[in-house]
């Protein structure tokens, strides 16, 4: 999605925002763009289809840009295509508003049409453009300044959107307004900076507010202030960012994903510490009740991508351990599906960002509906984690590979501490189980760490299979899950066609598609389902497939199917998911790696889907 960052102090402006854009990268974009000012110069705008460094190039490392205010953007095309053109920053024709967007403005047409009728032009296909021209006839017609401006617009605008304005006569300010779409602002001694998400800000200071929705900030060298819609002055909390910098860094690994796979166990660690005290589960943070858990009659898991297949495993796990019906569904599709609700649900939503739009309008609709709602986030107080009842923080860190690795890892622990605490409660478990379960979980990490020690052997593997076009992932119950968070990795980052299978499911249809050489990955690491894979293994292997299979240290007599095996340390069947996805997220990244593909970046990919 669209990076944003903005710079007001005594420095030069544009290296410090190419360097805030660097930071943002991750979200995945098309072409970028600067905008900068000093107080007695007219601003100046650079724009560049393509990667950072062409704009760097263009501004000679921002260097040939002279200003100590501006603004920068990275942009991920939604209205237009990706061109210098339709790149931010956007401006009125007389520039005298300038800025940049992300998110989506829902109705641009009807607005575009009502500045048309009185006699503005369009030089772009951008909904940015028609935002600003707002914000521009507002300030000639009521001649309000910027906050009353912006304010009028907002009340116009419908969707989505974090705005950073400049305004030719407001030369020491920039002016930001925020509905559904992440903005965060940092204020030091003499200077402010804005960006879309923390980490292009960890190098200059961890104290940032978040701007919160529908409220405009005025931010000048080193001071900032907070309006509502109806421009009355709110105050906004500051709030300290607990990651350091150095997390966001690539510390010595090629790539973040690597750098992040191998985080998991800390990721793990942390989260379960967060949550694990004394030897009990502690709840108290996530203001979640014994109560609450026995009251729940049903839980409705709604997410996207990983963070849903983290909900797929935790409906076998829930299920199985709390005997609670679990529904685990797409927010996409959630939300404009009427569910069936009662006031005994609980509604959870698993997200890293905290900013997906799907997600996010999941949440609202549940809360629309009065069902109490929590948040499975990783990123500290982002839209979701603002808005559910319950918040239960993961300690992932930051995540700033596109796939999900490390907090997919965390998602998963969080999961299954609610199932075995909700277990207890719901006398399905008695305490002896219980701390069974908490010690395996404690395990976890170190045997997650055993895993990774295994990785040449998956690199070897990849690198030999570099070429595949095709790859099934089969397996049964939670092996189903892990296998479509293998398939999910196989995908986005290998460009590899996959698909997960119901192992059983396969001869339903699917088995059509295999010939020889199709690589099939069989998932088994549920003792009781083993047999039963296994014979499905057996029928893709007649067929030409060429065999992979992933299962439990013990398990040997897999070798007489498959072509190559890898092996994961024994655990409770509950929480297999933690160990087996590591070979699955390595064989992804390796494959890729291989392939010479942009591991941390992929094509079309953004991190946070804050749009719909
Ligand atoms: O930030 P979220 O967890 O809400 O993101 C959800 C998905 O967009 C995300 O998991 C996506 O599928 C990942 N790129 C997968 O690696």
Redesign the pocket.
């Known amino acids: 999605m669209c990076g944003i960052v903005g710079y007001n102090g005594s420095e030069q402006a544009a290296p410090i925002l190419l360097e805030g854009l660097s930071r943002l990268e991750y979200r995945g974009y098309d072409s970028a763009g600067l905008a900068v000012r000093n107080a007695s110069t007219p601003i100046e705008i650079v724009k560049a289809k393509g990667r950072l460094r062409v704009l760097a190039e263009k501004t000679n490392d921002g260097e040939a840009l002279h200003g100590t205010c501006g603004i920068g953007h990275t942009r991920w095309a939604t209205h237009g295509e990706p061109s210098e053109n339709n790149a931010h920053p956007h401006a009125s024709d007389d520039r005298t508003v300038v800025g940049v967007h992300n998110g989506i403005i829902e109705n641009y047409q009807e607005l575009k049409e009502k500045l048309l009728r009185h006699d503005y032009v369009f030089y772009s296909d951008t909904d940015t453009e028609v935002a600003l021209k707002l914000i521009h006839y507002y300030m000639g017609k009521y001649a309000g300044g910027p906050v009353d401006s912006i304010a009028r617009a907002m009340t116009r605008i419908r969707g989505s959107y974090a705005l950073a304005v400049m305004f030719a006569e407001y030369p020491d300010e920039i002016f930001v307004a925020r509905k559904d779409s992440p903005m965060v602002i940092g204020v030091t001694d003499g200077a402010c900076y804005i960006a879309s998400d923390v980490p292009a800000l960890l190098k200059y200071t961890r104290s940032v507010y978040y701007i919160g929705n529908q409220q405009i900030a005025r931010l000048g060298k080193g001071t900032v202030s907070f309006f509502d819609i109806d421009r009355e002055p709110v105050s906004v909390e500051q709030t300290e960012v607990k990651w350091d910098a150095e997390a966001a860094e690539k510390g010595g690994f090629e790539h973040f994903m690597i750098k992040e796979i191998h985080e998991q166990p800390k990721a793990v660690r942390d989260t379960l510490h967060s949550l694990i005290k004394e030897d009990h589960i502690d709840l108290s943070g996530t203001g979640l009740t014994d109560e609450d858990l026995r009251k729940y009659e049903r839980i409705h898991i709604v997410?996207?991508?990983?963070?849903?297949?983290v909900g797929l495993a935790g409906q076998y796990i829930i299920e199985d351990l709390a005997r609670m019906p679990v529904r685990v569904e797409l927010?996409s599709e959630f939300r404009y599906r009427n569910p069936l609700l009662t006031d005994r649900d609980l509604v959870i939503v698993?997200?890293?960002?905290?900013?997906?739009a799907d997600?996010l309008a999941a949440l609202r609709l549940a809360k629309e509906k009065g069902i109490e709602t929590l948040g499975i986030i990783?990123?500290i107080g982002s839209s979701?984690a603002r808005e559910a009842d319950h918040v239960l923080y993961t300690l992932a860190g930051p995540e700033i590979a596109?796939?999900?690795?490390k907090?997919?890892s965390a998602?998963l622990a969080a999961v299954y501490v609610l199932a075995v605490q909700a277990a207890l409660i719901r006398g399905c478990i008695d305490e002896e189980k219980y701390k069974e379960l908490l010690n395996e979980m404690e395990q976890l990490p170190a045997k997650m760490e055993r895993v990774l020690e295994d990785k040449e052997r998956i690199q070897w593997f990849a690198a030999k299979y570099s070429n595949a076009r095709d790859m099934f992932f089969i397996g049964r119950g939670i092996d189903y899950a892990i296998s479509m968070e293998g398939s999910?990795?196989m995908k986005?980052?290998s460009y590899v066609h996959s698909e997960a299978y119901a192992a059983g499911e396969l001869k339903h249809g699917t088995i059509s598609l295999v010939e020889n050489g199709t690589l099939v990955v069989g998932v088994c690491t549920q003792n009781h389902l083993f047999e039963k894979t296994r014979s499905n293994m057996v029928e893709v292997k007649s067929r030409g497939a060429y065999l992979m299979g992933l299962t439990n240290y013990g398990n040997y007599s897999i070798e007489d199917t498959a072509d190559f095996t890898v092996y994961i340390p024994r655990t409770d069947a509950h929480f297999t998911t933690s160990l087996a996805v590591i070979p699955l997220q390595l064989l992804g990244y390796y494959l890729s790696v291989a392939r010479g593909l942009n591991v941390d970046k992929p094509r079309n990919?953004?991190?946070?889907?804050t749009v719909e």
């Open positions: 997410a996207c991508g990983s963070a849903y297949h927010a698993i997200s890293q960002s905290g900013e997906t997600s990783n990123v979701i596109v796939a999900t690795t907090a997919y998602q999910l990795k986005e980052i990919l953004a991190k946070s889907v």
